[in-house]
């Protein structure tokens, strides 16, 4: 009865434009609120938040982690066996993507990113003048991860109208939905068709989980659908996250010119891009019996919209939360989620991460905006389109 209720829609147009005065209303009303406008339960404060991660148990991803409750309504794809399953469903298939995902298996990977990351910094030094998100934070993933996978060369661009309507799913069936549906609707098949074994190289992630069928891990259409977490995941997210990257490095010329100095900065500049930015904004929980959050108690099957972006600036954890301070000790941040369910790929994103901005620590003197940023709406994930830079050597 004292849970306040917030005339907030997280999911418009002026709330992704500037989110974050809604964000302290929401952490400042209570460790819970309630948003009239999608009869859902909100956290924001990073207590709530990361308390409500790691408790599997009341809070289940089973029933879906967007809007839709899959107990009323049935998902509009085959649900992902590590994000929309609890355990025990959960956890026999987690263990098989640790284990694919292990930090030896992306130990290998390491030369060949960083490589990848100088030719591709090299290459835009020449040019001088371009456009940070699709030149960068797109082209960068788009080569070294399908890569990793397995994946043909041929329509790897494919895979972002796909995450885009997969991260958008998540909210409510809004116009950024619909758009993203016919977007996707052409790549759909193709997606599909890529996680089969045939498609996959025989080295690479994608072999990895195949050959767990073999062994009778896993089935392979279990294999399959661990395949599509694999394409669905692994592109949308280290795109948004090294443009946030690029995007605080263009707006805090300090915090360059001091990865500059140190390039060993480069992996806690991108950890700290991923904490402030968020570029994992949102997602949901559906209750599994009447729980109690800050003292408030909620029935059962209520969903829980959890606030990772607001968490990872919420005053009461992290000092100055707005500032970029590639030197702070950002190391228990959501931005990756946390629990069972924490990011599986993050050891593959970080290393991303470290190598672009390990490149542009040692090759680039200047980052500079030249133009007006423009933002890319999605439901759940924060980042940008467009965002035009002029950069000069070192
Ligand atoms: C899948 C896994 C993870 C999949 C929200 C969703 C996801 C971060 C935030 C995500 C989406 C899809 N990641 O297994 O298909």
New binding site residues.
Partial sequence: MTIPALPIDPFCQAFFDDPFPAHAAMRDAGPVVYLPVYDIHAVARYDEVRAMLLDWGSFASARG?GLSDFARETPWRLP?L??EADPPVHDRTRKLMDRVLAPAAVRALRDGFIQAADRLVDALLERGSFDAIPDLAEAYPLTVFPDAVGMPVENRRFLLPYGNM??NS?GPRNAWFQAAVADAAPVLDWVQAQSRREALSPTGFGAAIHAAADSGEISVAEAEVLV??LL??GVD?TVNGLGASLYCLARFPDAFARLRADPGLARGAFEEAVRLESP?QT?FRTTTRTVEIGGETLDEGRKVLMFLGAANRDPRRWEDPDDYDIGRRSAGHVGFGTGIHGCVGAVLARLEGEAVLGALARKVASIEIAGVPRRRYNN?LRGLASLPVVIRAG
Avoid: E, M, P
């Fill in positions: 982690v992902s590590l994000l997969v991260f998540f599509r977490s669905t995941a997210t994992v997602f759940t």
